[in-house]
């Protein structure tokens, strides 16, 4: 008679998988973030406008260069570095 033994644990596949989980993490969130922004971009009309309220010209231009978003290419170039 062969006595019973327990197999053993081998925690090599769980890690493996666990660190190509970490890795794809950094990918995935760039790939999400490049997808909400060019959505975003997309969309017709401004978030500086409003139908109700007339914003000065100046103020506008002020705001867009505030947050970067005179121009599509230079809001994606500066916005990850400020995340």
Known sequence: ???FSPPRYNPAPMLRFIA???LQFPLILAVI???TFLLAWAAPGSP???????LDPIAQHQLEKQF???HWS???AIYPVKL
Do not use: G, I, Q
């Not at 500086?48 to 007339?54: A, I, L, Q, S, V």
């Open 20 to 22: 190509s989980r970490l």
């Open 74 to 76: 230079t809001f994606p």
């Open 48 to 54: 500086f406008e409003n139908p109700e309220r007339k």
């Open 68 to 70: 970067h978003a005179e």
């Open 33 to 35: 973030c490049l997808l």
């Open 1 to 3: 008679m062969v006595p």
